[in-house]
């Protein structure tokens, strides 16, 4: 069984890991993600130069924070491109693995990657349509249609949709630098730290912030499903760690539908269609690995 390189490149840490699948994972280093690309890129190196001083290994794969360039033939491909954080603008990620330990290469977005890894080894399995939701300090979807995972002129950038707003029931302006009360701006980890003014984490499971947080997701599914028809919905993240939410999302949904889309995984299913992921907090890395096994 040949040995893979993965990295899971967020926002906030770096995972890299060695292995061929989720039972065959062999070493691993996590580290903050700083605003030196370079420190952190050459740590990654050095783990993987590391370990194929062991085992040699087939390929490298990468599952980055974004906006990325993920377009094979674009001069710009595996570029972490126009990101506002800071440091991270317009840094050639993939090609300095490339270059360094002269191997293969997958690339693509952090979602991309999860979703690919729930597709072979989780909650995706036998699918060829659905999404893959991330809810943590931003917000973020990918996923496959018709067996192919999303990318387009660029790839979706499903946080930014914009979503109804009752200004008057909930006075927080939203976050995102960009749009201000978009999906994300509205319903990512730091937007329930700034509407309510707590480390989110601390908030009882019955505390209405949740009920609203559950109506914003809800307004985001009722686009995806009515513009992709996703066969499932996957969603990740360190808000879904919030079990509660699963239940209260499934019934917004339900609302919002309103029996328009009379499907059995809709009016039956809905505890099997909106789910979290299977791999747990490991489908970011295993998407690295998974694309590693493509490239
Ligand atoms: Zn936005």
Excluded at 75 to 93: D, F, M, Q, R, S
Excluded at 261 to 275: A, G, H, K, S, W
Aim: hydrophobic share 40%; proline share 9%; net charge negative.
């Amino acid at each position: 069984m040949p040995l893979y390189g993965g990295i899971e490149a967020g926002g906030t840490k770096f995972v890299c890991a060695v292995g061929s699948g989720p039972d065959d994972m062999r070493g691993e280093i996590r580290f903050p993600t700083t605003q030196s690309p370079q420190n952190d890129i050459g740590q990654a190196i050095a783990f993987f130069q590391q370990q194929q001083a062991q085992e040699p290994l087939a390929a490298i794969g990468i599952a980055s924070f974004g906006p990325v360039d993920p377009e094979p033939t674009s001069p710009t491909w595996g570029y972490v491109t126009t990101t506002p954080k800071p440091g991270w603008a317009h840094t050639n990620l993939a090609g300095a693995l490339k270059d360094a330990l002269n191997l293969p290469v997958g690339f693509d977005t952090d979602v991309n990657g999860a979703a690919l890894s729930e597709h072979r080894w989780g909650a995706a399995q036998g699918l060829d349509t659905f999404v893959y939701l991330t809810v943590g300090t931003g917000l973020g979807g990918g996923g496959m249609v018709n067996g192919k995972l999303l990318h387009g002129m660029m790839h979706p950038e499903m946080g930014h949709m914009l979503v109804p707003h009752n200004w008057a029931e909930d006075p927080y302006a939203g976050y995102c630098p960009y749009h201000g009360d978009c999906w994300e701006g509205l319903a990512a980890g730091p937007a329930l730290r700034g509407r309510w003014q707590v480390d989110p984490t601390t908030l009882p499971p019955e505390h209405p912030a949740w009920q609203l947080e559950a109506h914003y997701l809800a307004l985001g599914l009722m686009n995806i499903i009515s513009t992709l028809s996703p066969q499932r919905i996957i969603m990740g993240g360190g808000v879904m760690d919030q079990m509660q939410l699963f239940p209260l999302i499934r019934a917004e949904v339900h609302a919002l539908l309103n029996g328009y889309i009379q499907m059995p995984q809709i009016m039956e299913e809905l505890d099997r269609y909106i789910v979290p992921p299977a791999l747990g907090n490991r489908a970011g890395v295993l998407g690295a690995i998974a694309l590693a096994q493509d490239a």
